[in-house]
């Protein structure tokens, strides 16, 4: 079973009992796990009457509701307010007779509760975030409205949330009612970091995490907290098919308000925030007339990957993407040991060494045509890319909203489940700097193969670091090959920019 269908069945509380026809609706079985009172369990309420359970006002409408199922031998449907704590729950329920059919006696009541106040609950978070989302449009005040809807009209103290930047420390976003229970927190641990706050533990593991309870010097962060009166508190992931918006942190004075389901309730919102968020963000992108910046995480399932975790090294930078015939070349950062790198993608499966014997970028070039090389033949541009034992991320940068939606189609089809962020508003490109079109989309493969094995060998350096024949040994062609290659490339650059 999923864990969508649990959160649905979950989100459908019902307790089905039998009761005797006896006048006092005595409890004869209880079929399933609704919790009637904190204290007990509900197949301890058979034998007793109903009196013994609810309150006056529910026991009357109830037993009001089995007399007349029984007289009439029909389903009878009523509503009643039960207390749990200092609250009052409303439930509904039907009655019916049983067993029910012609020339049958009935003997008992069946009766089907169901928990109305919690329904109600999570219909309510879900109108709230499209709500909210009809109503902003800039990020920074839709996030502060999802942290304005779950703490107003409800006994939460307060919320915020928060991501990570472009260096990995966890940043706030949002608050209402969180600023001064921040300010502290920061005080306390230093850096906000370093704190074991519930919203930065998420942040750190993309896992929910709940504190039940708070208690005094627990953890480093429970000094803020209790100065603050917290007692709970309940930190969720904000994602929608791999994309990743950071996490929702929600903090309340009442532990007892936080029974079960309203965790599940608070999961469902966060769900919704997810989904808004990312209809928010692709609208924008979709619809913005100057670049956008995606950062794309793509976790294992890279030829990078693996070739990092053959060289020992922690990380692996990029320098640039280049298409070929038939694979993609990636140049490297010229850093560490150019041997042991070479060797390492000898060992790799579907990599081998490109280049890596001369003075230039070293570089490894994937027998296959990687997502990547599509991206560059739509025109856009590779930022950054770093490569880990564990994951490659990419900073792209791309010109318009048609080239968004392909970029997240190209994505989405070749890696499973990559993350992908959008930042909104505008990207980190130089403003001065026109995006006429990248050079992937100007150039042949082979062409653009040439020219960036050109560069990055130093043909182009004033102290010329290879000649056309060594560059041509390099790349194992013929010389006249790379010759009328760059030429035709360097006459589709001059003409792409100077008509």
Known sequence: MTDRRRRLLRALPILVTTHADDGAGTYTGVYTGLQVKSHESPKELVGKPLADVLNPEATEILLD??????????????????????ETFWRGSYAVPFPNGPGSEPEEVIAAGFDLTRHDERERALYDVFDALEAHSDRRDLERAFCERVVEGRRYEMAWIGTTDRSGAPTVRASVRADDYLADLRDAVGEFADADDPG??????????TVGSIEPGDRDWTTAATAHDLQAAVA?????????????????TDAEYLVPWRETVLADYADAVGYALSAAMWQWALAADSAATLSVEITGEHPLVALC????????????????????????RADGNRNALETAAERCDGIEPYGVRTEGNPAVVAESEMPEQRLVRLGTRVRSFRVTPRAATMGLTIPGSETARNVRRVLQEGYPNPTITVQWGNCDADADEPFTGDVGTVLTDRQYEMLEAAYRHGYFDRDRK???????????????????????????LCSHLLD
């Open 236 to 252: 969720l992931p904000l994602v929608h098919e791999g994309v990743d918006h950071g996490v929702l942190a929600v903090y309340l």
């Open 65 to 86: 509701s089995f007399r007349a199922a029984l007289e009439t031998g029909t389903r009878q449907y009523v509503e009643f307010p039960v207390q749990f704590a200092d």
């Open 200 to 209: 930065v533990r998420a942040l750190r593991s993309a896992e929910p995490v």
């Open 466 to 492: 290879c000649n056309l024949s060594e560059l041509a040994d390099e790349l194992d062609l013929s010389r006249w090959t790379v010759s009328e290659h760059l030429r035709l490339a360097q006459r589709r």
């Open 309 to 332: 975790d053959a060289t020992g090294r922690a990380a692996l930078d990029v320098a640039s993407v280049v298409p070929r015939p038939g694979g993609t070349v990636y140049y490297l």
